[in-house]
């Protein structure tokens, strides 16, 4: 009877034992719950109180006509499933009825497979055709037609195809910055970078040397161009960003301040990725697989100084060539050895 009485004990613990063990998982899920939906509604109150983010049905126009977009007769077939190309393209449009403007051109491809990334610098001066339009600076497309415009562009010059987009606004870059690495992204600067514009609407002063530069600041040294060099130095900072954002999104810290992140990257983002595409499917594997370095390129490769009929100095290339540089480098197998710092070394003098 005693031995009877201590195996109901026994069996009572165990089961208490269980019970609490439960309480405590689905506390800890739910608080985390919690926490991620806490987190993910800040990211998106901040674009709402901060303003400049994109209108939804902007965001559902780009969409609808990224979608129908017309193909080029040219232009590759989609990459297989496991190559993403994604066009990420830097707007800076100043309010509503102004154009739409761009000096950030580039194509990004995550291989979720190998978990190698790729990234492709356009300039934006580069002298193309555009459907509809005719031969002018690639830049000029996003100016014309939106994102639509430009992908077919793209297409249809590089036979490149393009899966999704992403559209950040500069107000929306200097918040995910700080939401990623509030103590800011270490840099190295290598020289004094300053301009101030005639409107005083842009102020660039940044020192040289190693340090780290908040969202405004690191999106002033992305956005310099204001030397011999111009947009050809322009293109390998931004590479450099991109490299160094990189690093900050795989930090443990920053892992934990992903739904922020990406309730900031709804407001200021226009993209055709969904939330879950951003989050358990390209996110989850970058973060599990995390690309040691990011291949780069600057496209032109080879270029030509050239003046267009209307007196403009642009951009002039052999197209052949530069479509079959293109198509190499986003078709051929990554060089681990390669990385942001030691491509792209060939400037103009």
């Known amino acids: 009877m005693a031995e009877t009485r201590r195996i109901i004990r026994r069996r009572k613990k165990k089961k208490r034992k269980r019970r609490i063990l439960s309480s405590i998982v689905v506390i800890l899920f739910l608080s985390t719950v919690a926490y991620t ?14 303003g400049g983010g994109f ?17 080029p007769e040219n232009s590759e077939e989609k990459q297989e499933d496991e190559k993403v190309n994604v066009l990420l393209v ?5 309010g509503e009825g102004d154009t739409a403007r761009t000096d950030t051109i580039m194509v990004a491809q ?47 010059n590089f ?14 870059f200097k918040e995910i910055v700080d939401i990623v690495a509030p103590g800011g992204v270490e840099i190295d600067v290598e020289k004094r970078l300053y301009y101030e514009d005639n409107a005083g609407t842009v102020s660039i002063n940044i020192q040289p040397g190693v ?4 969202g405004e600041e ?32 795989v930090s443990m810290t920053s892992v934990t301040k992903l739904p922020k992140t990406v309730g900031a990257l709804t407001q200021y983002v226009n993209t055709s990725m969904s939330t879950n595409e951003l989050v358990l499917n390209y ?10 370095n990011i291949e780069t390129i600057r496209i032109p490769t080879d270029w030509h100084p050239m003046t267009t009929q209307a007196g403009a100095e642009v951009l002039g290339h052999d197209e052949e060539q530069t479509r079959e540089t293109v198509q190499e480098f986003f078709n051929s197998e990554q060089d681990s050895s390669q990385t942001a710092e030691n491509n792209n070394t060939e400037e103009p003098s």
């Not at 830097?90 to 100043?94: E, K, N």
């Not at 005719?134 to 992908?151: C, K, W």
């Not at 996110?283 to 040691?292: A, C, E, I, S, V």
């Open 159 to 172: 036979g490149l195809h393009i899966d999704d987009y992403a559209v950040v606004n500069f107000d929306g």
């Open 110 to 156: 995550y291989d979720t497979e190998k978990g190698t990334m790729k990234l492709a610098s356009i300039m934006r001066d580069l002298w193309v055709d555009i459907p509809g339009v005719g031969y002018n600076r690639i830049n000029a497309s996003y100016s014309e037609g939106g994102v639509a415009l430009l992908t077919e562009t793209i297409e249809k």
């Open 55 to 71: 209108d939804k049905d902007e965001t559902e126009k780009t969409k609808v006509e990224f979608e129908e977009r017309d193909q």
């Open 218 to 249: 690191l999106l002033g040294y992305a956005r310099f161009r204001n030397d011999a060099k111009g947009d050809f130095n322009r293109v390998l900072r931004q590479q450099k960003v991109i490299s160094a954002l990189k690093e900050e999104l």
């Open 283 to 292: 996110g989850r594997k970058f973060l599990l697989d995390t690309p040691q």
């Open 37 to 50: 939906t806490s987190q993910y509604i800040a990211g998106q109150d901040l674009g709402s109180e901060a």
């Open 211 to 214: 340090q780290k530069l908040n």
């Open 90 to 94: 830097g707007s800076d449009s100043r």
